[in-house]
């Protein structure tokens, strides 16, 4: 029997949501000033960007379940990355990675308690191309897995140097 959408689509942001947390528990405390292979951004950088990003997904995320759209037409993704690094970018990992597990839960929750028709609505997406929903929460854990390649790159580099 297939599986539903909303699993699916939960179980492929706990699978994202573990693999960074796994690589998160390997950074020594020397390494969060490693340079990434992302826009010349640190591996701090990186978990800044992750922790933002998650907690700006949920509200845009319940407005596109309620069938109110997505970001605004002119939501540029790079001034609202450069906004949160400047202001967020020496904040403790540890609590980085606290908001960011609170994030993800929210997420999770707002999952759970959307209902299938909900996933197809539409609405404008952080990458700046229209979507639905469900499209979004994907692209949540996509983007996460992404960032989490970044992370391991860092780290490996900082481990051959």
Do not use: C, Y
Not at 129 to 143: I, M, P, Q, Y
């Amino acid at each position: 029997m297939p599986q539903d959408r909303k699993t699916a689509i939960g179980q492929e942001l706990v699978d994202a949501q573990q693999q960074l947390l796994n690589v998160l528990d390997q950074i020594g405390s020397d390494e969060w000033s490693l340079a990434s292979p992302n826009e010349g951004w640190t591996v701090l950088n990186l978990l800044t960007h992750l922790t933002t990003s998650e907690s700006g997904f949920v509200p845009t995320l319940q407005r596109m379940a309620a069938g109110q759209g997505g970001v605004p037409a002119d939501f540029d993704p790079n001034r609202w990355n450069a906004g949160q690094i400047r202001r967020r970018g020496e904040v403790d990992p540890g609590q980085l990675r606290a908001e960011l597990e609170n994030a993800h839960a929210k997420m999770l929750d707002l999952l759970a308690g959307v209902d299938e028709a909900a996933l197809d609505h539409r609405g404008q997406l952080s990458s700046g191309v229209e979507g639905t929903t469900e499209d979004n929460f994907r692209l949540v854990a996509s983007h996460k897995r992404a960032h989490t390649d970044d992370i391991r790159a860092a780290l490996a580099t900082h481990a051959t140097t």
